[in-house]
């Protein structure tokens, strides 16, 4: 453990250890502190999408990870009798990976902590405890308990990301309030091993029954996953075998498809912190949201966090950027995490519906609905994973291209993101604008993306900068100067294209 970092990462689930990928990449030198001393083992996120693949893909892990996941399965909403009301799947936006992914975290955070180990300059202790994160004018001073030596040690970090979980103890010391709610009714997960499949085993199922809504849902590696509401007993009771397999057989499933691994029962939480940012902490991944797991993007919206912080981090440490960048970060991030909590308590409402005749309107209306043409695909602007897009944030504003996340094509037989590698671009489609130059001076790559001209069309503009989360800084096209780069703002080392 050295005396001093340039960021501290407090929490090393998938969103800490993310967040370590990232800044190893980016050179910088950190510490992450975890109070366990392995892999939790218990599997809880079980399925993320495009944009965080492309997030992995930029650390070089997305390879590595992708053939132990589950894409494209298909998404079914069925009534009591098991007859489909809605049934589709997910429609792609354009980062270059399946739009829908189911996983395993175990085997998610293992592949992700492999490749913290590349980078010498991350420093990681398990079994450690941080105490104590507080500001210090130009520092954040820290105080991290050696849980199995019964010792203290001290060090310091430019900044921290506190990435320690829904109970995050750094958002209590920062006296931060979580306000939301925590629904009454807890839920019984049965995570299994698959021995023999059945008709039904590889697609998402959301069985609408008033009588017990339930969650039936694929995982890789020869798992499947089970949810329901914990009615009628203890959480004890629940947890029985013989309690689980009361509901597996009504599913149709016995002891000769599955082995039970493990029943646990949790509380649903919509929740947000007051502030993201004390000082030089930030908040990221659960310390900061929490949502019900109906869209599966509880993980994701903390590996966005990280994707969205990180680069702005390394700026304001190597001073190629004022620090008042770093307020950017809420800003962008918190209004896309109330939206995707909305659509996470909708999809469950329509899952959980308890009244048997509102239940039979809902069944009738969908079913109906979803026999238009294309209703179910374009119904997925409504109710799953709002568009990659900021509303607010560190852009040019009034530009209807800036804010958005580019769509990832390839470019002469690469992603596009292989080629950018993470740093400013600006990207085009035939020549580059007015004022484009002033970019290129400052280290920015240009490169052409034809494969782009119906989107950049669709925004007015035939060129955009590129920050180095993929999102747009700015536009313009033959007839409007590009803007240049902002006052405080150097790139850094050039990269070809």
Not at 321 to 344: C, F, G, N, Q, W
Not at 380 to 405: E, H
Request: aromatic share 8%; hydrophobic share 40%.
């Amino acid at each position: 453990m050295r005396d001093t970092y340039d960021v501290a990462v407090i929490g090393y689930g998938p969103t800490g250890a993310t967040a370590a990928n990232l800044l190893g990449q980016l050179g910088l030198r950190v510490l992450v502190i975890e109070r366990d001393p392995d892999i939790y083992g218990r599997a809880r996120a079980i399925s993320t999408d495009e944009e965080v693949l492309r997030v992995w893909q930029s650390v070089g892990l997305a390879d590595r990870l992708q053939p132990d996941m589950l894409p494209d399965r298909p998404v079914a909403f069925v009534d009591s009798a098991g007859v489909p009301f809605i049934e589709t799947t997910i429609v792609a936006r354009g980062c270059g990976h399946p739009p829908q992914q189911f996983l395993y975290q175990p085997a998610v955070d293992q592949v992700l902590r492999d490749g913290v180990a590349r980078f010498t300059d991350v420093d990681v202790l398990l079994e450690h405890d941080c105490l104590r994160a507080l500001n210090r004018g130009d520092h954040v001073e820290l105080l991290v308990a050696d849980l199995k030596a019964d010792t203290f040690k001290r060090s310091r970090a430019s900044y921290v990301i506190a990435a320690d979980g829904g109970s995050s103890p750094t958002r209590g010391t920062l006296g931060i309030g979580y306000a939301g709610r925590t629904y009454a009714e807890r839920w019984v997960v049965i995570d299994t091993k698959v021995l023999r499949e059945w008709d039904g085993h590889d697609r998402l199922r959301f069985h609408c029954n008033p009588d017990r809504p339930t969650v039936d849902c694929p995982t890789p590696l020869g798992h499947h996953r089970w949810e329901y509401p914990a009615r009628g007993g203890t959480d004890e009771q629940l947890t029985t075998d013989e309690a689980v397999w009361e509901v597996l057989h009504q599913q149709g499933v016995t002891a000769e498809h599955v082995e039970i691994m493990r029943a646990v029962v949790y509380s649903h939480h919509v929740r947000v912190a007051d502030r993201w940012r004390v000082g030089r902490v930030f908040l990221a991944g659960d310390a900061a949201h929490a949502m019900p797991p109906w869209i599966g993007q509880g993980m994701s919206a903390g590996v966005r966090d990280v994707a969205n912080l990180c680069w702005k981090l390394a700026a304001a440490v190597r001073g190629e950027a004022p620090e008042h960048l770093l307020d950017s970060y809420e800003i962008e991030r918190k209004p896309h995490v109330t939206e995707v909590t909305r659509r996470a308590v909708l999809v469950g409402r329509v899952i959980t519906e308890r009244h048997r005749s509102i239940a039979a309107i809902r069944n009738h209306v969908l079913r109906t609905v979803s026999r238009i043409p294309s209703a179910l695909t374009k119904g997925q602007k409504l109710w799953w994973i709002p568009d990659a897009r900021y509303s607010d944030g560190f852009f040019v504003k009034g530009d209807p291209a800036a804010g958005w996340q580019v769509p990832q094509p390839r470019v002469g037989g690469a992603p596009l993101d292989d080629i950018v590698r993470g740093n400013w671009a600006v990207l085009h489609t035939g020549a580059l604008p007015a004022g484009a130059q002033p970019w290129l001076d400052a280290g920015a790559a240009a490169v052409r993306v034809d494969a782009l001209t119906d989107w950049l069309a669709a925004r007015k503009t035939s060129a955009v900068v590129v920050r180095p989360d993929g999102f747009v800084y700015a536009a313009a096209d033959s007839g409007r100067h590009m803007p240049a780069p902002p006052v405080g703002l150097t790139i850094g080392k050039k990269v070809r294209a």
